[in-house]
């Protein structure tokens, strides 16, 4: 049984960057796509990232493309997301992902999920 623990998160003025990070442990990911999601106040948990098991591919949502990035060391069960240019509607609670298969899709379930870590953007 695989866990996910979250680090990274904290308070950040607009602007400014960020880097997550997505510790595993009981079971290696190196077979698996990963990725991230958040979730806002009031609102439905979204995708933001996704990267495959070797991360030659990765995917993102349009509201992050070009300030996010995903990438993941396999060596040391860990999986990272860089927040750069932030913005106050990134606030947020942010999850680290296992997807049950090896290539994201939007159809591929997830069958683990990290307990968060919060992410909160002043303007």
């Known amino acids: 049984q695989v866990q996910l623990v979250e680090s990274g998160g904290g308070l950040v003025q607009a602007g400014g960057s960020l880097r997550l990070s997505c510790a595993a442990s009981?079971?290696?990911?190196?077979?698996?796509?990963m990725g991230w999601f958040r979730q806002a106040p009031g609102k439905e948990r979204e995708f933001v990232s996704a990267?495959?098991?070797?991360?030659?591919?990765?995917y993102d949502a349009d509201s992050v493309k070009g300030r996010f990035t995903i990438s993941r060391d396999n060596a040391k069960n860990t999986v990272y997301l860089h927040l750069n240019s932030l913005k106050p509607e990134d606030t947020a609670v942010y999850y680290c992902?296992?997807?049950?298969?090896?290539?994201?899709?939007?159809?591929?379930?997830?069958?683990?999920w990290g307990q968060g870590t919060q992410v909160t953007v002043s303007s």
């Open positions: 992902a296992k997807f049950r298969g090896s290539y994201y899709s939007d159809r591929e379930p997830v069958d683990t």
């Open positions: 009981g079971r290696t990911l190196s077979s698996y796509a």
């Open positions: 990267i495959s098991w070797g991360g030659g591919r990765q």
